[in-house]
């Protein structure tokens, strides 16, 4: 059984910095592409970061320049630096990663329970 772990969550004051973590575990031959994703109520969640195996990364337009998405693969952990935050950037932040598990043909695209991200003075 699979299971990605987010960590890092929490409150913070306009203008501060959170580091997100997100841990895949279980039976696991390899991870590709791994992303984060932020979800407000009533919204459909929204695409703030990935990054390929190789370590490419992908940005939602309003993260550009403020997060920083990276892997550790060796750990299957994926991380996001979140810099210069502003209210509207309160949300569930969302993991999800590409797994290729043992006697599964292809990936399966798993989803961690989600970190709360609240940031207001």
């Known amino acids: 059984q699979v299971q990605l772990v987010e960590s890092g969550g929490g409150l913070v004051q306009p203008g501060g910095s959170l580091r997100l973590s997100c841990a895949a575990s279980g039976s696991i031959i390899s991870v590709g592409s791994m992303g984060w994703y932020s979800q407000v109520p009533g919204k459909e969640r929204d695409l703030v970061a990935t990054?390929?195996?190789?370590?490419?990364?992908n940005y939602g337009d309003s993260m550009k320049g403020r997060f920083t998405i990276s892997r550790n693969s060796a750990k299957n952990t994926v991380y996001l630096q979140m810099n210069s935050l502003r209210p509207e950037d309160t949300a569930v932040y969302y993991c999800?990663?590409?797994?290729?598990?043992?006697?599964?043909?292809?990936?399966?695209?798993?989803w961690g329970h989600g970190t709360q991200v609240t940031v207001s003075s």
């Open positions: 990054i390929t195996s190789g370590g490419k990364p």
């Open positions: 999800n990663a590409e797994i290729r598990e043992p006697l599964v043909l292809g990936d399966n695209i798993y």
